[in-house]
């Protein structure tokens, strides 16, 4: 059983390590130096905390910890969609989406969607506006900006 809700305090460091263990097992469209540029190591501490806590976080649970997360700022950018590796194809990234949009009916959404996310924002109706390159630790990783309205 999974159940959506939404993230206290005392779940940000679990969430910096799904979202660290999902970077670097998950991510397969981008090389390992690629994910390890990405993501060099968990996110934690202060700084973590103070960012996540100006969002809305939703957390899809099961009885043994989170299986994945999203948070939006108050502007509707999606700035965090992650699904555990182990978890991923089951829908759940689809349910957390849905419980953010129905807490915020009618809220435009934008996001920086990687090559692994992408297909799945655009079958929530999200459309790429441009595709860039950022560079992280000396790596290149191709995204894409991408809005619902």
Do not use: C
């Amino acid at each position: 059983m999974t159940w959506i809700t939404p993230a206290r305090d005392a779940d940000y460091p679990a969430l910096g390590q799904l979202m660290y263990h999902t970077v670097r097992n998950g991510a397969f469209a981008y090389t390992v130096p690629q994910r390890a540029a990405w993501m060099p190591q968990v996110p934690a501490g202060p700084r973590w905390h103070a960012r996540l806590s100006k969002m809305d976080v939703l957390i899809a649970r099961s009885i043994f910890g989170p299986l994945g997360f999203v948070g939006m700022t108050r502007q509707g950018y999606v700035d965090f969609a992650y699904v555990s590796s182990t978890a991923q194809g089951r829908g759940i990234f689809w349910d957390l989406m849905q419980a953010l949009t129905d807490r915020h009916p009618g809220s435009p959404m934008t996001t920086h969607a990687s090559l692994h996310a992408q297909p799945a924002f655009a079958k929530l109706g999200f459309k790429v506006k441009h595709h860039e390159v950022v560079r992280r630790r000396g790596q290149r990783l191709r995204r894409a900006f991408m809005a619902r309205f």
